[in-house]
Each structure stands twice: as structure tokens, then as C-alpha cells.
């Protein structure tokens, strides 16, 4: 079992809708969380960091963490088409894991 | 804004040929580290350092593989000889103090390697 699994997609959702990014992690130790988007070609770039369970919130970006049910989820409300990419999670107890991305396609 | 910096951005080489790639972090960041990412995977922690030390290496395979960052700073990453299943992105990343879980890493642009 990977330590952080995510669905590699694609995740197609229209202009200006809320696209919902999943991701859970088998380590119950694991107690610090990472978004990162990753354009085609080009190296990951760090959205939110989330520590603790609930919402964090960065403009149209929020970050949801349960502890209890271990996933965390990303959300962008009006999604633009600037949004499509990957969608990397990261996470763990000693060190951090990445999963394998989730592909967004944000369609005008 | 301070970055990571990484060369060269491609390299195209032979099998059985040796490569080397470099990676400066950010100023004053203490840890350092070396992934590998396929393409449609995410990226695979190969090593880290904190200063000088090696913390992690488990994932680099030694027969072919050396990192070295001597003087705590810049690192330079080497495969001798390359193979065909070497062919990824080479990403290197910092972070501020010891690379704890709660850290943020920092990317450089990343290095994309092609054996021919």
C-alpha cells in the first residue's frame, strides 16, 4: 500500500465550477500535509501546507484535513482554465511522501 | 525572491555514459534533497542532507548513484553509467532547518534527463 494515494485522473470540471482533489495516506502518524501543483514540464510549486484537522483557506484555494478517516482534500472555487495541472499531495510521519498527482482539466 | 537553482535544465546522453547535475538551495536553508520523478508518477525521494550529512539515501541505488554536498551548501548528484531507466526529471529541493515532516520544500526547475 502506498503511503499517499491519489486518483492520477483526469479531474474535468467546467470554467468557474469547484473542482474537489482527494487524497488519503495509510500512515496514521502522519501529521503534516502538502498541496503542490505541477504544470507539464515543470517542477512542483507549493499551494498550502495543513497541519491540523479542518479547513485552511488561501483565496479561491481551501485544504481539508480529517485525521480520523486520514485523507485530504483540495478544493479551488471558480476553477480557471490557469488551474489545469497536476495535483500533487504530500505527506507523512518521519519524512514526506508524494502521491502520484491528480490530473485537473479545467474546460472554458 | 530566493529559488533553488538547478543545471542544467536537459541532458541528453548515451547509456553508459555519466552524467552529473547540480543543484544550489535556497541561501541559508540546511537541507537539501534529490528526487527522481518519472512521468505520470510523483516524485521519489533518492536523497537528502542536512549541511554536509547524509540523512537519507535508501532509495538511491548506490551502484550507479552518488550525491555528494561537501561544503553544506550547493550538491551535485552523478549516475555512472546511465541507463535507459534513467530517464526522469531530476528535481532538487530545499527546506529551512533539520527537513522535518512539518517543513515546506522548495523546488528547483528541475532537471530533464534523456538516455539514448
Known amino acids: 500500500q502506498k503511503e499517499v494515494e491519489q486518483n492520477s485522473g483526469p479531474l474535468s470540471v467546467p470554467e468557474g465550477a469547484i473542482a474537489s482533489l482527494n487524497c488519503t495516506y495509510s500512515?496514521?502518524?502522519?501529521?503534516?500535509f502538502f498541496w503542490y501543483r505541477q504544470y507539464s514540464g515543470k517542477s512542483p510549486e507549493l499551494i498550502m501546507s495543513?497541519?491540523?484537522?479542518g479547513d485552511k483557506e488561501d483565496g479561491r484555494f481551501t485544504a481539508q484535513l480529517n485525521k480520523a478517516s486520514q485523507y485530504v482534500s483540495l478544493l479551488i472555487r471558480d476553477s480557471q482554465p490557469s488551474d489545469s495541472a497536476t495535483y500533487l499531495c504530500?505527506?507523512?510521519?518521519?519524512?514526506?511522501?508524494f502521491g502520484i498527482g491528480t490530473k485537473l482539466q479545467v474546460i472554458p | 525572491e530566493a529559488e533553488v537553482a538547478q543545471s542544467p535544465r536537459y541532458k541528453i546522453t548515451e547509456k553508459s555514459q555519466a552524467v552529473a547535475f547540480w543543484c544550489d538551495p535556497i541561501s541559508g536553508h540546511a537541507t537539501l534533497y534529490w528526487y527522481r520523478q518519472i512521468l505520470g508518477q510523483g516524485p521519489e525521494l533518492l536523497v537528502q542532507?542536512?549541511?554536509?550529512?547524509?540523512?537519507?539515501d535508501s532509495q538511491l541505488p548506490k551502484d550507479r548513484f552518488s550525491a555528494e554536498r561537501l561544503k553544506g551548501v550547493d550538491s551535485t548528484l552523478k549516475i555512472q553509467p546511465a541507463e535507459l531507466g534513467d530517464s526522469a526529471m531530476y528535481l532538487c529541493?530545499?527546506?529551512?532547518?533539520?527537513?522535518?515532516?512539518?517543513?515546506?520544500?522548495?523546488f528547483g526547475p528541475g532537471t530533464r534527463l534523456l538516455v539514448l
Open positions: 542532507f542536512q549541511d554536509e550529512s547524509v540523512v537519507d
Open positions: 504530500a505527506g507523512g510521519r518521519q519524512k514526506v511522501t
Open positions: 529541493a530545499s527546506s529551512l532547518s533539520r527537513g522535518g515532516f512539518e517543513e515546506t520544500q522548495y
Open positions: 495543513i497541519y491540523s484537522n
Open positions: 500512515d496514521r502518524g502522519s501529521q503534516s
